[in-house]
């Protein structure tokens, strides 16, 4: 299949999403991994703006604590921030070069063996929700068509959160955002269930769980909602091979 | 996570639930303080009977709104608990439609109603319900706020469960929610202990403040593997079942 067809059967599949009763977590787990499958880069993650200030991880590629920390951090200093406070790519092709910028960023990036950063923002209008991450191991700028998809794929992420295409209240886009996050720690203690019960590690747990789901066409964080309040059994979603 | 304004808050949180003498009512003074709001009203939900009702009112309104919306049984607070993320009206009268049976029994005189879960993810107490006489949005430093003290309302609800030792509010440095290994661990830690997520998060607590570590320190040797809790603190007393209220 060429890299044209992949990325408009992309499309296609989550704008397919978009229009029935999805999750929003689920969806930009999707949307990461597509951003891996299509783009030059070999992890990707979404953190959103919150409005307690500061930064969080809706999604990523891994659960590797040498890429999530690496987000984290950007709680204080990094492309990503700066994507975010001006509503803007920020597209670092090479970390190393621009290390003065973000001095404490590119150490850890360049330790965890991260060489380009790009950060593309999720924007309603004037309003940042959020930026998309991308990570490259080896330094290379991002083609001009693959900014253009990453900014789509940002864009569709936007809607996904918003779940509406015209927003009525500006409250709306806060009281989606807060439900987003709350999801996900939903999801997280699943995962730790998950995981204990399995003697698993957190990533296998997070496949388990988005397979069952999928699996009999529930909701992501309605299934962890399950798990995590003890309705559902944890053994039944640790069995079978739901990939 | 760089959270200036969060600590500054915590402390009148603090203040308040030690000079009201009970979380519920300390959460809503403080509130009124911090929010400029006309009034302030927690809604627990017993865990037992699955019934809510008015842990805490403060102001002219706050009563009769909380008895109308468990009267009718709908409303922004039952919304805001169904679906796990806080309902915001700044202006009721436009909105309220959205709940008939609320629009009818709303106390004209509440104009701007902010309902906020008190919840750490699949573990929910209840709703803290803000009001305002005066129709009007909040900017995103208030909500901010408001967020925040939500946030250090619901970790000290979780860390009253089963009576951990020390200061109910000592951990509002780092609060379960906003680490994924801190709600990844309560979540290991329940399957160990053969506890509720409730528990685990305050017996993880506990371990933190025995063993004068970070919340933090203590998840990630509990996801890496490293530690286990085991059912013989000497301070758990095993009692889940009271209130999650604290005496100052």
């Known amino acids: 299949m060429s890299r044209e067809t992949r990325l408009a059967e992309t499309?296609?599949?989550?704008?397919?999403?978009?229009?029935?009763?999805?999750?929003?977590?689920?969806?930009?787990?999707?949307?990461?991994?597509?951003?891996?499958?299509?783009?030059?880069v070999s992890a990707a993650?979404?953190?959103?703006?919150?409005?307690?200030?500061?930064?969080?991880?809706?999604?990523?590629?891994?659960?590797?604590?040498?890429?999530?920390?690496?987000?984290?951090?950007?709680?204080?200093?990094?492309?990503?921030?700066?994507?975010?406070?001006?509503?803007?790519?920020v597209l670092v092709p090479d970390l190393a070069a621009e290390a003065g910028r973000w001095p404490q960023f590119a150490a850890e990036a360049a330790q965890r063996g991260f060489a380009s950063v790009h950060a593309v923002p999720m924007r309603l209008r004037a309003y940042v929700l959020g930026a998309l991450n991308l990570f490259g191991?080896?330094?290379?700028?991002?083609?001009?068509?693959?900014?253009?998809?990453?900014?789509?794929?940002?864009?569709v992420a936007t809607i996904g959160i918003l779940q509406q295409r015209t927003i009525a209240r500006g409250e709306v886009v806060a009281?989606?955002?807060?439900?987003?996050?709350?999801?996900?720690?939903?999801?997280?203690?699943?995962?730790?269930?998950?995981?204990?019960?399995?003697g698993i590690g957190m990533d296998a747990a997070y496949r388990q769980l988005r397979g069952y789901?999928?699996?009999?066409?529930?909701?992501?964080?309605?299934?962890?909602?399950s798990v995590a309040s003890g309705v559902l059994n944890p053994t039944q979603v640790l069995t079978g091979p739901w990939r | 996570m760089a959270q200036q304004p969060a600590v500054q808050d915590s402390e009148v949180l603090r203040r308040h639930v030690a000079a009201a003498g009970s979380l519920p009512a300390g959460i809503a003074t403080a509130c009124v303080e911090l929010l400029f709001v006309d009034g302030a009203a927690v809604l627990l939900m017993a865990d037992t009977e699955r019934r809510w009702h008015v842990a805490a009112s403060v102001g002219r309104w706050a009563r009769e709104l909380e008895e109308a919306q468990l009267t009718v049984a709908e409303g922004p607070a039952a919304e805001a608990y169904s679906r796990g993320g806080p309902v915001l009206l700044s202006d009721v009268t436009a909105q309220a439609a959205r709940w008939p049976g609320f629009a009818a029994v709303v106390p004209a005189e509440v104009r701007a109603l902010f309902s906020f879960p008190l919840q750490v993810g699949a573990v929910q107490f209840g709703v803290l319900d803000l009001y305002c006489c005066t129709p009007g949005g909040w900017d995103g430093l208030r909500l901010g706020t408001a967020l925040n003290v939500v946030d250090c309302a619901a970790?000290?609800?979780?860390?009253?469960?089963g009576s951990p030792p020390g200061d109910p509010l000592?951990?509002?440095?780092?609060?379960?929610?906003?680490?994924?290994?801190?709600?990844?661990?309560?979540?290991?830690?329940?399957?160990?202990?053969?506890?509720?997520?409730?528990?685990?998060?305050?017996?993880?607590?506990?371990?933190?403040?025995?063993?004068?570590?970070?919340?933090?320190?203590?998840?990630?040797?509990?996801?890496?593997?490293?530690?286990?809790?085991?059912?013989?603190?000497?301070?758990?007393?095993?009692?889940?079942?009271q209130p999650p209220i604290r005496r100052g």
């Open chain 1, 213 to 225: 789901a999928r699996n009999r066409n529930l909701r992501l964080t309605d299934t962890a909602r």
């Open chain 2, 170 to 241: 000592c951990w509002l440095d780092d609060l379960p929610g906003h680490t994924p290994e801190i709600d990844q661990a309560a979540g290991m830690a329940s399957v160990q202990l053969g506890a509720s997520l409730a528990v685990a998060y305050a017996r993880l607590r506990g371990f933190a403040f025995a063993s004068s570590q970070s919340l933090v320190a203590v998840a990630r040797e509990v996801v890496a593997g490293h530690l286990r809790l085991v059912d013989d603190d000497p301070w758990w007393d095993g009692d889940v079942g």
């Open chain 1, 175 to 198: 009281e989606q955002l807060q439900t987003a996050l709350n999801s996900r720690v939903v999801i997280e203690q699943a995962k730790g269930i998950l995981a204990a019960t399995g």
């Open chain 2, 155 to 161: 970790g000290v609800l979780i860390s009253g469960v």
């Open chain 1, 137 to 155: 191991t080896r330094p290379g700028a991002l083609s001009e068509a693959d900014v253009r998809s990453s900014q789509a794929l940002a864009d």
């Open chain 1, 45 to 89: 993650g979404l953190l959103l703006a919150d409005e307690r200030g500061g930064t969080r991880v809706l999604a990523s590629t891994s659960e590797e604590t040498r890429l999530l920390e690496l987000f984290q951090l950007q709680v204080h200093q990094g492309p990503c921030l700066e994507c975010i406070a001006t509503g803007t790519a």
């Open chain 1, 11 to 40: 499309f296609v599949n989550l704008a397919d999403t978009l229009v029935a009763d999805f999750d929003v977590v689920d969806l930009l787990q999707d949307l990461v991994e597509e951003c891996v499958a299509l783009l030059e």
